[in-house]
Each structure stands twice: as C-alpha cells, then as structure tokens.
C-alpha cells in the first residue's frame, strides 16, 4: 500500500472514530434513561396527579401543561410566522425595511432561551398583566419559535417553482390569488414540517417557563388561560434538583415521557415530509 | 368590491407580521435595556462589568458580573475544545465517507441529540456523568465546569454537524473531479480541496454551535455546581450567565437592585449572542456566494 493510501486509511479511521464518539454516548443516554424509567411507567403514572410532595403519584398535570402550552404555541407562532415569511418571499422588495426583518429573525433565532424567559417576563407577566400564566409562557415559547417557523416557511415558500407564480399572474390573477392558491398550497409540507419540529422543541424548553407559567407543584388542571400550569421540563427539573429523597425511577419516567413526547413530535414531522414529497408534482 | 377590500386587508396583515418580527427584537433589547439602565442609576456600571464579587444578597450587595462571566467562558471553552473537532470530523464522515445507507442512520441519530430536551441531558449529567468523573479524576464534587463542558458539547454538536455536513455536500462535484483527475486520493480530495472549500460554512456552523452553548441554560444550571467565584480551573464548581439568572430570578424582588441586576446580565448575554449570530450570518453569507 502506497503511503497515500495508508494516510487515507488512518484519516477515515479517526473520521470514524470521531463519528462514534457522538453516536455511542446519544445510544447510551436514550438507553439509560428508558431502562431506568420503564419500570415505573404505569398507566396510573400518566393518568394521576402526583402525591406525598410529589414522591409518589403521576404526572398527568405536567403532560397536560406541555400540550396546553405547545397548542398556545402554536396558534401565536404558526400564523405570525408563516405571514411574516409570505411578506419576505412574495411581497419584499430588497429595501432597508426588509433588510431589518431578515435580520430581526437571524437575531430572534440566536438569542439565549433564558433571555426570552425574562422578557416574557416583564412584557407578558409584569407590563400587560398577564401574571405568570398559560397565556404569559405560550406567548413567551411562541416568540422563541417564531425564527424556526419563518425560516421553516421561507424555505418552503422558495422551493415552490417561480413558473407557478408565473402562469397564475398571466391568467390575471392578482398578486394574493396567485400566493393562496398557486404558492401556499404546495408549501404546506414545508411549513408543517418546520413548525412541528420547532413545536417539539418548544415542549422540551424549560429556561423561558421557568417565571413565565411553569409551577412547581399544582396537582388540578388549570380552568383558563390565567392559571399556572406544571409543564413536563420543568418538573423534571425540581424534582432532581429541588425535592430531598426523590425515587431516582420518578425522574428517569418523566425523562422518559419528556423525550418520547418530543420524539413523537419529531416522527410525526418526518412522516408528513416523507408523505408530502411522495406526492410532489415537481 | 369586496375581493379588492378582502385582498387589501389580508396583504396589510401579511406586512403587518413582518413589521412586528422587528417590533418584536426592539421590545426586546429595549425592555433589557430599560431595566438593565436602571441597575446602572444605583449601581456604577464599571463595578458592575469589573467587579470580582458577586453576591447579590451580602449588605451591602455586590454585583461583579467577572465570576460570571468567567464561568460562562470555562464552560464554553472547554465545550468548543472538545466539540469543534469531533463535529468537523463527524461531518465529513457522514459526508464523505460513510456509505449511502449509513449515512441516513447516523443523520437521523444526530437529529435524535438534537430533539433531546436540555432538561433530560442535566438530569442524565446529575445522575451519571458528574459522579463518573468525579470518581474518575478524583474530584471532591463532579458539578463543576468539565461537566457542564462536556454535556453543552454534546447539544452544539447536532448545529456543528448539520451545518458543516450542508457545507461540504454542497461544494460543487467539479472540484472533486479535478482533484481525481490529477491522482489525489479521496482523502487528500477531502482535506486539501473540499474542506477549504466548505470552510466559511463550518466556521458558520461552528459560531451557531458556540452560541448555542453560551446560551444554554438549565444544563449549566444542573450540573456546574452553581457556585458564583471566580472559578480557580474548569474542574472547579462555578456558574454562568445563564444559571444565574434562572437561578435567582425567582428570588429578586421586582424592582429591586438584585432584579435589575440580572437584567444587565441578560443584556450582557444578548449582546454576546448578537455578535456572534452576526459573525455566524456574514458566513452563511459568504458560503452562499
């Protein structure tokens, strides 16, 4: 073997070898967690609230305050988002304002997640009175998401050939006409696949929850959308660290539940991009 | 005409979002500011970025933001030393080496790291990692700096290997060509020819991925050892920004110098991750070109 050839064969190994040291420890960890927590998942376990200072019982009222928030995400952060990037792909010209909204969402998308906790904090829960609320952390998660849903969007929208928009406008239709029935519909894919996984993401925060409506331990459902709620990260988070005496299989099943909540929501997106681009016409 | 009123409704709204995505990032930094700049009236601001101590409910309180930032600087270091050269390597794995059908699995494992709640990675770093090293390296505690490196490691590498892998796909297929062509092997191709290429990309992937570690907050909060000096090395306890402000948030009386206080931090790291999305953007840029 010529020494270029050797070279080669000891690159590729430490390439591999790299490559295994971020793959083992992810198998390890998703394996860690489900072998430790499986034995207390229970149908009790999902469906109860939980008791004696949270040592005992379920953690129906954290499940159901992560979707109550990812839904409350949703229905600020879809319609924002997929509007502001119809605005920069169809509507746009290349003009200072523009300019300042593609760098708001570059700049929204980098900011620390604990910073958006303490901006929902004074805007939602101190300055509109929100209190810390359902309302206060869905806006809160909403506006961390909004970068996602817009680039997701973006994206989307972009990929749809300019030929669409071309014909339709010949036609006579207007400049809306064309973007609601020749751009958007062959963008939903897109869009869908975007914002579910930013939603995933949403349901997995913890810092921009933590003053905004995250409790630490209300064991009834909320009544509207003032109440506090628990959240599933959140809980995660007092119980190994904050509650003295803790059954180690509490935490390791609502890890467990945590990540197959957000592992869902990431397969769900998959399928729909899969399904969607078996059915692209171009 | 109720389609021209309808149409001009909706389009007002289409450019409404976008002028509240700006509306939004100025509410934000003013909202920092405003309540940072009122630390500022009580507090001089250069005992505020100079001071070596912070201890926020010591009389008289002290606010020295240095052990602070130190600890976000240890933490962050330590992660860069060790994820920048496993992602770049992993990257170029997956996009050069690894056969097609791999390929895919290792691209979906990454995305799996990526989806992982920082919360569960904390509890995993609380339950095993810390223990393990402390054992492992003799330490009195294992919350400390290494830890929290090692952990913030592991969430910048899904960023620093997406981006980077994007970035070396995407060099054109005639450079290759040309480097086969004149005899080099497919390891000299990839190191001599694509990587440069596709360098301004990794260095975008490396700054998003960089960002992302100063800027996560409950695994630093859960695994550092929450302690607020500055930190003697990265096998120390310490705290970053980020935990601090999680951390004491709920404690800090509204409108009180402490609640102030860690606004300034929160502005601090708002700019810090403006810089660097600013840097990380200009190569994204130049990648495009």
């Given at each position: 073997m010529s020494t270029a050839k050797l070279r080669q064969q000891i690159a590729f190994i430490v390439l591999g070898a790299a490559t295994l040291f971020v793959i083992v420890p992810i198998l390890l960890t998703i394996f860690y967690v489900i072998k430790n927590g499986i034995g207390a998942i229970s149908w009790e376990f999902i469906t109860q609230p939980p008791r004696n200072g949270m040592r005992q019982g379920g953690i129906f009222p954290a499940i159901v305050g992560t979707i109550l928030l990812v839904v409350g995400t949703m229905l600020f952060s879809l319609p924002l988002g997929v509007l502001a990037a119809i605005y920069l792909v169809?509507?746009?010209?290349?003009?200072f304002f523009t300019r300042l909204v593609k760098l708001s969402v570059v700049n929204l998308s980098g900011i620390p997640s604990i910073v958006y906790g303490l901006f929902g904090f004074t805007l939602f829960v101190l300055f509109l009175r929100l209190g810390t609320s359902i309302l206060a952390g869905s806006l809160t998660l909403a506006i961390m998401s909004l970068p996602v849903v817009v680039t997701a969007t973006k994206e989307a929208l972009e990929s749809v050939p300019v030929s669409f928009r071309e014909i339709s406008l010949s036609l006579g239709a207007t400049k809306w006409q064309t973007v609601r029935h020749c751009v958007l519909p062959y963008a939903v894919p897109g869009i869908l696949t975007g914002t579910v996984l930013s939603l995933g993401r949403a349901a997995g925060e913890t810092a921009p929850i933590l003053f905004t409506v995250a409790a630490f331990y209300l064991p009834r459902l909320p009544r509207s959308v003032f109440d506090q709620v628990m959240a599933l990260p959140y809980h995660l988070y007092v119980i190994s660290?904050?509650?003295?005496?803790?059954?180690t299989e509490i935490s390791f099943a609502t890890g467990f539940v945590l990540i197959a909540l957000v592992f869902l929501m990431n397969l769900a997106s998959i399928i729909l991009r899969a399904h969607y681009r078996k059915k692209r016409l171009w | 005409m109720p389609r021209r009123i309808s149409e001009f409704i909706v389009e007002s709204l289409i450019k409404l979002s976008g002028l509240l995505v700006i509306i939004l990032v100025f509410l934000l930094f003013l909202f920092l500011l405003k309540d940072s700049l009122s630390l500022f009236g009580i507090y001089p601001l250069g005992k505020f970025l100079f001071?070596?101590?912070?201890?926020?409910?010591?009389?008289?309180p002290r606010f020295g933001v240095v052990p602070l930032f130190l600890g976000s600087l240890y933490v962050t270091v330590g992660a860069i030393i060790i994820c920048v050269p496993v992602g770049i390597a992993s990257a170029m794995f997956i996009a050069e080496v690894a056969p097609k059908s791999l390929k895919h699995v290792l691209k979906s494992l990454v995305e799996i790291l990526a989806s992982i709640p920082s919360v569960v990675l904390g509890f995993i770093g609380i339950r095993w990692l810390g223990p393990a090293l402390r054992d492992v390296l003799g330490?009195?505690?294992?919350?400390?700096g290494l830890t929290g490196s090692l952990l913030l490691a592991f969430m910048a590498l899904p960023t620093i290997i997406s981006i980077s892998e994007d970035a070396i796909v995407g060099v054109p297929r005639t450079y290759k060509e040309a480097a086969f062509g004149l005899g080099a092997t497919r390891w000299q191709t990839l190191w001599r020819v694509i990587l440069p290429s596709a360098s301004s990309g990794i260095i975008a992937g490396v700054m998003l991925g960089i960002g992302r570690v100063i800027g996560e907050t409950m695994v630093a909060m859960m695994v550092t050892g929450n302690s607020p000096v500055v930190p003697k090395s990265i096998l120390a306890p310490l705290r970053t920004l980020t935990a601090t402000i999680a951390g004491e948030m709920g404690e800090a009386v509204s409108g009180s110098e402490h609640y102030f206080a860690l606004f300034a931090v929160g502005l601090v790291l708002f700019v810090i991750a403006f810089i660097i999305n600013l840097i990380a953007d200009a190569f994204l840029r130049r990648a495009r070109k």
């Open positions: 169809e509507y746009a010209r290349d003009n660290t904050q509650v003295p005496n803790m059954p | 001071g070596r101590n912070w201890l926020p409910i010591s009389e008289p330490l009195t505690t294992g919350m400390c």
